[in-house]
């Protein structure tokens, strides 16, 4: 047998410390370790991701880096300098708040709807946002959660 071989079949048939080098995904999930992966995760897809809190001028808890591509930065999401509102092209703001109000409303779980946003240097950019909604115990919206990804123009 090949020493590269011996060593494998030693690595894989040393269990004494699994235990402490795998642990179940119930004890890291929630961790700092688990929260970071997510991001990173989220951070290289090529859609943008956000959680907001479902209110009205609800600050946004969490959105994804490549916010940049459409020249915002996510700081200024997360200090609330920005609201989501904000990006949305003013025509389309009330008919987008409007889907979202009766999407909440009449209990609905997920919805997507189309819209314009204005980027970070003024063009117009057609987007399509795909929204969870997360509810409390009681059926009330507590987070909006979803992906916001550019499309072709309508």
């Known amino acids: ?11 894989i048939s040393l269990e ?6 795998v642990k179940p995904v119930d004890t890291i999930r929630g961790s700092e370790m688990y929260v970071r992966a997510l991001e990173k995760l989220v ?4 859609v943008v991701a956000f959680v907001r809190e479902a209110r009205e001028g609800g600050m946004v808890e969490f959105i994804s880096d490549n916010i940049s591509e ?4 996510a ?11 904000d990006m ?15 999407n909440a409303r009449e209990g ?7 819209y314009r946003i204005r980027t970070g240097d003024g063009q117009v950019k ?29």
Request: with cysteine; proline share 3%; net charge negative.
């Open 1 to 11: 047998m090949a020493r590269h071989e011996v060593e494998f079949e030693e690595q």
């Open 16 to 21: 004494d410390n699994y235990d402490e080098k």
């Open 43 to 46: 951070n290289h897809m090529p």
């Open 70 to 73: 459409f020249g915002y930065r």
């Open 75 to 85: 700081e200024d999401f997360h200090s609330g300098k920005l609201a989501y509102g």
């Open 88 to 102: 949305i092209d003013p025509e389309d703001a009330a008919g987008a708040l409007l889907e979202l109000q009766e």
């Open 108 to 114: 609905a779980y997920d919805f997507v709807q189309t």
């Open 126 to 154: 057609w987007v399509q946002e795909n929204t969870c909604i997360f509810r409390n115990d009681e059926g009330r919206p507590v987070y909006y959660t979803g992906t916001l990804k550019e499309i072709k123009e309508q």
